[in-house]
């Protein structure tokens, strides 16, 4: 008889940015302390501080700018530097978390996947004594993904909030970072303007903190690279210039990010399968990948680029919870569109008003039929104009007034065509959350299809799918690895219709194991 075993693998890499050798400046008043990160000793391997009571866990999600990590481990002294944990790690040090389920406790070769690459934000220390009267002592570090790196970047009009600049008297996106100005720019463009002009410098400098930037790269700070393949929508670069706030809060702002289309920090292996896609730290910029309940049509918002897609069997499954309700039900839906025009709100709406209400209320369609579930109003705000805008009209003739009104209104349409293709089977598509064995490979932002059953069975292998927005990985040694996946848009119930009753029964197929378990 034989059993599979799951041998658990992590491994947590530190890559110091600081190099202290003052507590404070170096005004006299401090007696500078040894050198203790150089050369080499400033990539530190976390791993071996891991014993009974630690945890590793980390959290992403695709609706959050930056994901979470955490990590408790025992306050032991390190043998090189004669200090311990908590004596060695300081906030912005970098962070590369890997981890894997490995079948084979004997296997060799590449090292586990990563699975998270960050900063450190926190760092305590907890002792204490034990009932047996043993003393114990461990350090809590907790950090987030390059996604940080978003809500660290901040622009705000302060009378000279650098020295030297009024900001209240410039575009400060553009004087400050060079992004252009121009009133019809593309959102892919200005996403590679902000990854190029003001997020990798700001790495930059980082890396220069303390820390001679040279070939060997021991600060291990990447560059972020992007895939920007969204609908070519213009942003008001007007707007985009005096716009307040983290750059995370701008971007999302600016990019219809939400309603239309999704921004994260990905994080992948350090070259992908595919030449063309970009490995390492990604910024995501793209359409919401949502697919339409009629499997035929594929998405509803083109995908340049398709989402991946992990396909697992009940095997791994430990738990599920899934459900769906009317509280999304949405029947008749409005788009505005405040940023691309100086008129008053009232005439835009007005401009983007049709006459044929299929085009706006869903009276038929029996998954959000008014006669059943009331009228259910759905109202988003765009902030972009079309491919083809010239961005603010206002102020010039009536003749290219017009025209650009005409575009705005076809602008709208398609947005409310969009939303509403995307939300009207929203009783039927289910939300929850998976609990399964380790799997280091998923990511949010990825299709989960799960089988339940096995192929050459009486039964067909019945098979259901969702979205993925949120993972958590949690690994705590010599106990187990775990992913929670947080979905939405499951197909269960519709597979379930599909089937219908009798062999084809998909509750029959769910629990057709085919022998003990």
């Given at each position: 008889m034989s059993a599979?075993?799951?041998?658990?693998e992590f491994r947590v890499m530190l890559y110091k940015t600081m190099a202290r050798r003052m507590v404070t400046g170096s005004d006299g008043r401090n007696v500078p302390s040894s050198e203790r990160f150089s050369g080499g000793s400033r990539v530190i391997d976390l791993t071996p501080f891991f014993g009974d009571g630690s945890s590793l866990e980390t959290s992403k999600s695709v609706r959050q700018p930056a994901g979470q990590w955490a990590m408790v481990a025992v306050d032991q002294m390190d043998a090189d530097k004669l200090d311990s944990l908590y004596g060695l790690v300081e906030p912005m040090d970098v962070v590369e978390i890997r981890m894997r389920h490995r079948p084979d406790p004997v296997a060799t070769g590449m090292a586990p996947p990563v699975v998270m690459r960050g900063f450190v934000s926190s760092v305590r220390r907890s002792m204490s004594m034990g009932a047996d009267g043993r003393p114990a002592r461990a350090?809590?570090?907790?950090?987030?993904?390059?996604g940080k790196v978003l809500e660290m970047i901040q622009i705000r009009y302060l009378p000279n909030y650098v020295i030297g600049q009024n900001l209240l008297t410039v575009l400060s996106a553009f004087v400050n970072y060079g992004i252009e100005a121009k009133p019809n720019q593309y959102g892919n463009d200005f996403v590679r303007q902000i990854v190029d002009k003001v997020i990798n410098p700001f790495l930059y400098d980082i890396a220069g903190f303390s820390v001679s930037p040279d070939t060997c790269k021991l600060s291990y700070l990447q560059q972020i690279e992007y895939e920007a393949t969204?609908?070519?929508g213009t942003i008001s670069a007007f707007g985009a210039q005096s716009a307040q706030g983290t750059l995370w809060d701008i971007m999302r702002g600016f990019l219809d990010v939400g309603p239309w289309t999704e921004l994260f920090i990905e994080d992948r292996q350090d070259t992908t399968d595919d030449p063309g896609r970009p490995g390492g730290v990604?910024?995501?910029?793209?359409?919401?990948?949502c697919k339409d309940l009629d499997t035929v049509k594929g998405y509803i918002m083109p995908q340049p680029i398709k989402p991946d897609t992990l396909e697992i069997s009940d095997e791994s499954v430990m738990s599920l919870e899934i459900g769906r309700s009317d509280a999304n039900v949405a029947n008749y839906f409005q788009v505005n569109m405040p940023r691309m025009n100086l008129i008053d709100a009232a005439t835009m709406n007005l401009s983007g008003q049709s006459t044929n209400p299929e085009d706006f209320y869903l009276a038929g369609y029996p998954n959000a039929d008014p006669k059943l579930y009331g009228l259910r109003f759905m109202e988003a705000d765009t902030q972009m104009g079309g491919a083809d805008s010239l961005g603010r009209a206002d102020g010039q003739s009536a003749e290219v007034v017009k025209r650009e009104q005409g575009k705005s209104k076809l602008w709208i349409e398609e947005r409310r065509a969009e939303l509403m293709a995307q939300n009207k089977d929203n009783v039927v598509f289910e939300d929850g959350s998976i609990t399964l064995m380790g799997q280091c490979s998923l990511r949010p932002g990825m299709h989960l299809r799960v089988r339940h059953g096995k192929p050459g069975q009486a039964l067909?292998?019945?098979?259901?799918?969702c979205y993925v927005v949120a993972v958590q990985?949690?690994?705590?040694?010599?106990?187990?690895?775990v992913t929670v996946a947080t979905f939405e848009?499951?197909?269960?119930f519709a597979e379930h219709i599909r089937r219908g009753a009798g062999l084809e029964s998909a509750y029959l197929a769910e629990w057709n194991q085919g022998?003990?378990?």
């Open positions: 599979k075993i799951m041998m658990p350090v809590t570090i907790s950090g987030a993904d390059y969204a609908s070519a990604v910024l995501v910029y793209r359409n919401n990948p067909q292998p019945f098979t259901w799918e990985h949690r690994m705590v040694p010599y106990q187990g690895f848009r499951g197909t269960m022998g003990a378990v």
